[in-house]
């Protein structure tokens, strides 16, 4: 039971609010450091509480790695995991693979996750309550900054705990929407919150729904008229009051409440509801270009390795993510780089298939090591700071995709239109280097499969495969760890939650 979360903003008293990078994105501090009167008294006052969620949330605690590269995608068995050195987070990745969830080197892990994100969530309830009855007038973007600020923050709690829910409880689709009257996390939307009770998956998605379509409705307006193209939305070198309305990809923009939709939409198993809210975006798309991927391999050597221009909402790392990279790969502490965070070379070539000399996800996201024994991936690898691509990339967690949108868009509207679902495959095949049609697939199986394998390429040291899996009732693919593919029990793919729950 969870008796009571504390928030955790950020003190004007020790910082000045400087928009210059996202380097300069705050810490956060016990709130008993200020009064919250003083905090909500001004425009930088919700700025800064703003931005200090962001960066909670890029944390190597959040999606600085645990809920990315980190155990999300040692859960998924997307490494050849023995091979990562204990450095790192590597031993607590090497037990989530094992899972080991109650080994006592990885349980302070996820402790730490958990009360990590429930405190995301408390700040983003307090900030919505505060920006509901907040002046306009205290805002240099009046009435328009303060509703940016409001549907951000409904949004990131439904985001975060749609998160929790897909960690911490069954998917629908093992039992059936609605038809489980089990409870297992709650539902928290005010602040402060003493006794929050568990509930059931069905209830918190009907919750999660209704703040995604708040922020949405609330959203829309807000991006009416923002620059989404690529180096717009991921701008962060202007310094101005102004640019804390601009850089929307580095929040939570209308696009990215949508996507988020249709992801949860998905996972809830409406497939008509998750077309709907995907065709919105590739509706958009097809007008304006906004996320459309990149038409040639040139990126990737001024330092786009995370091929970002198609991504729709990004978290911004400081110069920690990158140092998490060579930390586990032993980049960092003079040791030879003998062990790697890697792909096993056999599963690494069956994967990628006939398509392993075209695909730019293995001729440049992978590095072989050992004459391909394995591979290492290269997302999070340090790129040259000389460009803006490789500044970007530095920098950037990728959190929606618009592959991703595809992927959803195609799924939910196979049995219907096959030859749509088809076309946004081959799409997402096309903005990776690959020329291919799949004109000859007719039966569902054998297109999920498709899906599937080709978004285990696409969000490898994302975080975002294993909820694939989960969600459609799958095989984990064996690992080193495993001979066999691993059952989607709940045993195996739904965490215990801390023993510590009630200290949060």
């Given at each position: 039971m969870i008796r009571k979360i504390y928030t955790t903003f950020v003190s004007f008293a020790f910082v000045v609010l400087t928009l210059s990078s996202c380097s300069d994105w705050l810490d956060l501090y016990p709130s008993d450091e200020i009064k919250e009167e003083y905090l909500f008294s001004s425009g930088d006052g919700f700025r800064t509480a703003t931005n200090g969620i962001y960066r909670k949330m890029a944390t190597f605690n959040l999606y600085g790695s645990n809920l990315t590269w980190g155990i999300m995608d040692a859960w998924a068995q997307s490494y050849y995991i023995d091979q990562a050195p204990s450095i790192g987070g590597g031993t607590a990745m090497r037990n989530m693979a094992a899972l080991q969830f109650k080994n006592t080197e990885l349980v302070p892990v996820t402790d730490a996750m958990w009360n990590a994100a429930w405190n995301v969530v408390a700040n983003c309830n307090e900030l919505a309550q505060q920006a509901a009855k907040a002046d306009p007038n205290l805002f240099s973007g009046l009435d328009g900054e303060r509703q940016m600020i409001l549907g951000e923050a409904i949004g990131l709690r439904a985001f975060i705990q749609f998160d929790l829910l897909r960690i911490y409880a069954p998917s629908p689709s093992s039992v059936g929407f609605g038809k489980d009257d089990r409870t297992f996390i709650p539902y928290v939307n005010v602040y402060p919150s003493y006794v929050n009770n568990h509930q059931t998956v069905s209830y918190c998605l009907e919750q999660i729904i209704a703040d995604l379509k708040e922020a949405q409705r609330i959203l829309k307006e807000v991006d009416a008229t923002s620059s989404m193209g690529a180096n717009a939305r991921f701008n962060i070198e202007t310094v101005s009051e102004s640019l804390f309305a601009k850089s929307r990809g580095y929040r939570l923009n209308y696009y990215a409440v949508t996507a988020e939709l249709a992801r949860v939409f998905l996972y809830a198993g409406k497939n008509a509801e998750a077309y709907a809210e995907a065709k919105k975006i590739i509706d958009e798309e097809n007008k304006t270009g906004y996320f459309e991927a990149s038409t040639n391999s040139s990126g990737f050597r001024n330092g786009n390795m995370k091929m970002y221009n198609d991504i729709i909402f990004g978290l911004y790392s400081s110069k920690e993510l990158v140092e998490w990279d060579q930390e586990i790969n032993h980049g960092s502490d003079g040791a030879s780089e003998e062990n790697y965070l890697c792909l096993d070379g056999d599963v690494a070539k069956e994967l990628y298939g006939d398509e392993i000399n075209s695909d730019w996800r293995f001729k440049y996201q992978l590095e072989e090591k050992y004459y391909g024994f394995y591979y290492r991936t290269l997302k999070y690898n340090k790129q040259t700071e000389s460009t803006n691509e490789g500044k970007t990339n530095n920098r950037m967690l990728p959190m929606i995709r618009m592959s991703e949108v595809y992927y959803i868009a195609a799924e939910a509207i196979f049995d219907t239109k096959p030859k749509e679902a088809?076309?946004?495959?081959?799409?997402?095949?096309?903005?990776?280097?690959?020329?291919?049609?799949?004109?000859?697939?007719?039966?569902?199986?054998?297109?999920?499969?498709?899906?599937?394998?080709?978004?285990?390429?696409?969000?490898?040291?994302?975080?975002?495969?294993?909820?694939?899996?989960?969600?459609?009732?799958?095989?984990?693919?064996?690992?080193?760890?495993?001979?066999?593919?691993?059952?989607?029990?709940?045993?195996?793919?739904?965490?215990?939650?801390?023993?510590?729950?009630?200290?949060?």
């Open positions: 088809r076309g946004y495959l081959e799409l997402v095949k096309k903005g990776r280097g690959i020329s291919k049609k799949f004109d000859n697939v007719t039966n569902k199986s054998e297109f999920i499969d498709l899906l599937v394998n080709d978004a285990r390429r696409e969000f490898l040291g994302e975080g975002q495969i294993f909820y694939m899996y989960k969600r459609l009732n799958r095989l984990i693919p064996a690992s080193s760890y495993y001979s066999s593919d691993i059952l989607p029990t709940d045993e195996n793919v739904v965490l215990p939650k801390p023993d510590s729950e009630s200290n949060i």
